[in-house]
Nanobody, 123 residues
Framework: VQLQASGGGLVQAGGSLRLSCAAS????????MGWFRQAPGKEREFVAT????????NYDDSVRNRFTISRDNAKNTVLLQMNSLKSEDTAVYYC?????????????????WGQGTQVTVSS
């Protein structure tokens, strides 16, 4: 699976952004997808995952109730709607394709990665 992330940008605190990840490959609808982020000087961290059907979603506590992950298997797309953004959300955001139908929470659970899109939240 090849992944292309987009939708990042500069936004004020309290604002919203929607990230999109377009996937190529016939296995998209049978694998979990996820979003991770990496801030300067920090390790890549889990943000959200969604299983193959979209019926099971998991979020890091830091983004729960603010971010929503979704997928459209007909369009090979996974989205991350980010609301009430905070300065600490500033990072490069990566979409990732899981190795199985169910999603883990660590980078090792994912086999393919997009190129990343920068999200900057000004306070």
């Amino acid at each position: 699976v090849q992944l292309q992330a987009s939708g990042g940008g500069l936004v004020q605190a309290g604002g919203s952004l929607r990230l999109s990840c377009a996937a190529s490959g016939r296995t998209f609808s049978s694998i979990a997808m996820g979003w991770f982020r990496q801030a300067p000087g920090k390790e890549r961290e889990f943000v959200a995952t969604i299983n193959w059907s979209g019926g099971l979603r998991n979020y890091d506590d830091s983004v729960r109730n603010r971010f929503t992950i979704s997928r459209d298997n007909a369009k090979n797309t996974v989205l991350l709607q980010m609301n009430s953004l905070k300065s600490e959300d500033t990072a490069v955001y990566y979409c990732a394709a899981g190795r199985t139908r169910l999603a883990g929470r660590t980078p090792d659970d994912f086999g393919s990665w997009g190129q990343g899109t920068q999200v900057t939240v000004s306070s």
